[in-house]
């Protein structure tokens, strides 16, 4: 796992995240198994073509500290980075590392969630 001082940085605005290596499949199914983390990935995901959505972006219905504890498993996990750019801390789905190391894997869990919604008649993950 990359640390700020692992990598000499002495930034406390560096956070880790796994190496592509060390990013392990069951890590990655348990971040997705939560409603609120598939919520966001799902939104991620939509707005792939942007630079990064801030964590004030998602409207989850939870506490802010559980909303960070959602955020910081998704990051550890190796489903999402997380960047500051100045005071804000941007969120961008790490698609190419998972595409690589679990081809088809999030398209599949993101159509899946996509056919739930459909067949539970409403929209319960998505935003």
């Known amino acids: 796992m990359t640390t700020a001082a692992a990598t000499g940085s002495a930034s406390s605005r560096t956070l880790a995240h796994p190496e592509p290596g060390d990013v392990r499949l069951e890590n990655v199914l348990h971040a997705l198994a939560d409603p609120m983390r598939m919520r966001v990935v799902r939104e991620l995901a939509r707005e792939e073509g942007a630079a990064g959505l801030s964590c004030s972006y998602f409207a ?8 960070t504890h959602h955020f910081r ?15 804000t801390k941007l969120n961008v789905l790490r698609r190419d590392d998972l595409d690589a190391l679990f081809p088809g894997l999030l398209d599949s869990v993101l159509d899946a969630a996509t056919r739930q919604d459909t067949r539970l008649g409403g929209s319960p993950t998505a935003s």
């Open 60 to 67: 989850l219905p939870v506490t802010k500290s559980t909303c």
């Open 73 to 87: 498993v998704l990051r550890e996990s190796g489903v999402i980075r997380q960047i500051y750019r100045g005071t």
